[in-house]
């Protein structure tokens, strides 16, 4: 029976942690670019887009460039969110002393 309510003590543990991270995740912002830095977009580990930086020199560009260059950003952006949330959640995993490679649910 100990065994059963060391079980749920954990996975109460976890679920705070879990829940932890994922305040913590919507305050971390990172940055992915395009063009060599010609377009700079910032997004926070939640996934919201908070600021787009398009340098001026791609203002005489054409719309499809624009758009592509954009568009690479924001991928680069959403990688670079992922990343993060992966060694977070490898971080909370280790503190509680669960492998880290361990699946949650995001």
């Known amino acids: 029976m100990m065994n059963f309510q060391k079980m749920m003590k954990q996975a109460q543990e976890m679920q705070f942690k879990l829940q932890e991270v994922q305040e913590k995740l919507k305050d971390i912002e990172v940055e992915g670019e395009a063009g060599g830095g010609l ?21 005489e560009s054409d719309k499809e460039t624009l758009e592509d260059l954009i568009a690479a ?3 680069t952006a959403n990688e670079a969110k992922d990343e993060k949330v992966q060694d977070e959640t490898r971080s909370m995993m280790v503190e509680l ?8 649910p995001f």
């Open 39 to 59: 377009v700079k977009v910032t997004m926070t580990c939640a996934g919201k887009v908070t600021h787009v930086n398009i340098d001026d020199s791609l203002m």
């Open 97 to 104: 002393g669960l492998p880290a490679d361990t699946n949650l």
């Open 73 to 75: 950003a924001v991928n």
